[in-house]
């Protein structure tokens, strides 16, 4: 069954996570992805590593977890295009190409004449998107854009972590990935004025720009007050109790989303008094009296095991949930039962592919796995065929150039 994105293709220049995300996105609904990449080279994040995907002996193949993260679904060809050949069969494959994804430092580009102000005039139903660190406008726009910095620069860390620790990063890339899902989703609006009028557009993607508006709850309670937010560890900044505890053998999560919850949390716990203590009555006033109300539950909760809370908060509507591992996650009856693992086959590395599934279901245009992550320039001289017509002497030809 053909995706939503089935007969557009996409002309991929990124590399690393936040470009490299949006297309595997794109690839899933459909989309044929052709990422160049570097001869010899390659995406950098295939020699970040170990670990590497193993072979059924358990020895290592080629290709790096990091990589197979996000390059699911594309075909890769390798390119030269700091030469006039290799830019010269970049332009005609963007001229059979719907969009062009990239996230080369702004600017980059244009010494090799793919930028968008270079192409457009040639290719004006061009859909031509820049992610980057900061965007193609204002002091920083040069400047390269890495994760970790982005997450400091937003005001990420300085809300998260322990009240008296070190600011903390997220343990998973935020900034790149969800630059990657903004520019999925802008990808995806450009492509409908795109079928309505023949017009392309230039998307500009700035991976600082996605974090500030990824701040939402905590910027919004800057702006409205004035005031900076302070780091709470697990806690929440406008509802209590909604954090980690720990009990008798572990620790569980509690997110108490209202006053109902909490007359029913405090009836298990056998403190049917907290709900009607002034201080403690509705969630502003558990708000206002956050350190008395933890101290106490803390206390309580420590007393019974996780298995008793997740059971007696489930049984009767209580938020909670249990701090699970990666291993226990992909274990899990639910995870297993929506299909969230899945193995594809590489004959190129003669092995089989652990992946995580798109989570996207779509009911009658269903995402699709169709090719694993693939080896280092393994489509280079099928996509060359079917989209220039180039033989295998043209291609022979191109590879002792170096071009290929």
Known sequence: MPGPLDGVRIFDLTRILAGPSCT???ADLGADVIKIERPGAGDDTRNFAPPFIKKEDGSDTD???Y??????NKRSITLDIASPKGQDLAKRM???SHVLVENFKTG??????LAYDQLAPEFPGLIYCSVTGFGQTGPYAKRPGYDLLIQGMSGFMSVTGEPDGLPMKAAIPVADLMAGMYAGVAINAALRHQALTGEGQHIDIGMLDVMVAFSTIQGMNYLATGENPKRLGNAHPNIVPYQVFRTADGSILLAVANDGQF???CKIAGREELPGDPRFKTNPDRLANREALIDILNDVVAEKSSAF?????EANNVSCGPINT???VFHNEHVMARGMRIEMEHEAIDANVPLIRSPMRLSKTPTSERHAPPSLGEHTEEVLGELLGLGQQDVSSLKDEGII
């Open 67 to 72: 990589f197979c993260a996000a390059n699911r």
């Open 263 to 265: 007359e029913r949390f």
């Open 94 to 96: 963007i001229a059979k």
């Open 24 to 26: 595997q996105m794109l």
């Open 326 to 328: 990666l291993d226990q």
């Open 63 to 65: 290709q790096s977890a």
């Open 309 to 313: 809370w997740l059971e007696q908060l």
């Open 108 to 113: 980059n580009l244009s010494k090799y004449g």
